[in-house]
C-alpha cells in the first residue's frame, strides 16, 4: 500500500509565504499522479483547493498555486492570511485508486 | 447550488452492516464519478472507493475491499456504500463527493458519523 507523506506541522506568520510538499512511498512524484490538494477546518468537510497538479477552483484563492518540486507535490501559500490556518491534505493517484496524505497542520502565528 | 447529503450512519455493533447513501442535486450526477472518504476520530482522510458515471467500473482501497460495496442509481441521483462485517476501527465520518476529474474531489457532503462499537 502506498503511504503518501506529508509535513506534520508548519507555522508561518501573517503575510508570510509557506510551502507544503507531499511525497509518495514509491517514488518521485508525477503529474501522472494528478496531485490534488484540500484544506480542511476543524468540524468542517474538506474544501477542494488544486486539482492536477496546479489547477485552481473558481473558489480557490489566488495566494494558492499547485506545483511539482523535487520529485514531491507542493502547495505554495502566499501572503497567507489567518484564516488559511487549517490541515491541509495532498491526494495522489496511484494505479486505480486515490491516496490521501498524512495532513499537514498549518499554524498562522 | 450543488448539494450532496449523506444519511444512514449510526451505532453498529461489530461484525454487523449499515448502507449510508448520498442525495445529491445541482449537478448532472449521471455524467459525473462519485467517490467515499473516511475520516475516524482525530485521524486523517482516507479514500475509499469511486465508481464510475454509469456504474461499470468501481475501485476500492484494499482495506475495505470484499466488505463495502459502491453503487449508485442515477435516476435518483444518489450514491451508496454498503458496509459488511464492520470493525470498530471502521469508526469514523464518512464522505461523498463528486470526481469531475482525476481526483479533483471539488464537491462534499457534511458527511455522516458512523460508529461501530459493542
Known amino acids: 500500500q502506498t503511504v503518501v507523506t506529508q509535513e506534520p506541522s508548519l507555522t508561518v506568520s501573517p503575510g508570510g509565504t509557506v510551502t507544503l510538499t507531499c511525497a509518495s512511498s514509491?517514488?518521485?512524484?508525477?503529474?501522472?499522479?494528478?496531485p490534488n490538494w484540500f484544506q480542511q477546518k476543524p468540524g468542517q468537510a474538506p474544501r477542494a483547493l488544486i486539482y492536477?497538479?496546479?489547477n485552481k477552483h473558481s473558489w480557490t484563492p489566488a495566494r494558492f498555486s499547485g506545483s511539482l518540486l523535487g520529485g514531491k507535490a507542493a502547495l505554495t501559500l502566499s501572503d497567507v492570511q489567518p484564516e488559511d490556518e487549517a490541515e491541509y491534505y495532498c491526494?495522489?493517484?496511484?494505479?486505480?485508486?486515490?491516496?490521501f496524505g498524512s495532513g499537514t497542520k498549518v499554524t498562522v502565528l | 447550488e450543488v448539494q450532496l447529503v449523506e444519511s444512514g450512519g449510526g451505532l453498529v455493533q461489530p461484525g454487523g452492516s449499515l448502507r449510508l447513501s448520498c442525495a445529491t442535486s445541482g449537478f448532472t450526477f449521471s455524467n459525473s464519478w462519485m467517490s467515499w472518504v473516511r475520516q475516524g476520530p482525530g485521524k486523517g482522510l482516507e479514500w475509499l472507493a469511486n465508481i464510475k458515471e454509469d456504474g461499470s467500473v468501481k475501485n476500492y482501497v484494499d482495506s475495505v475491499k470484499g466488505r463495502f460495496t459502491i453503487s449508485r442509481d442515477n435516476a435518483k441521483n444518489s450514491l451508496y456504500l454498503q458496509m459488511n462485517s464492520l470493525r470498530v476501527e471502521d469508526t469514523a465520518v464518512y464522505y461523498c463527493?463528486?470526481?469531475?476529474?482525476?481526483?479533483?474531489?471539488?464537491?462534499w457532503g457534511q458527511g455522516t458519523l458512523v460508529t461501530v462499537s459493542s
Open positions: 463527493a463528486r470526481d469531475p476529474t482525476w481526483g479533483a474531489h471539488d464537491y
Open positions: 491526494l495522489l493517484h496511484q494505479g486505480n485508486a486515490y491516496v
Open positions: 492536477s497538479t496546479s
Open positions: 514509491t517514488g518521485a512524484v508525477t503529474s501522472g499522479s494528478y
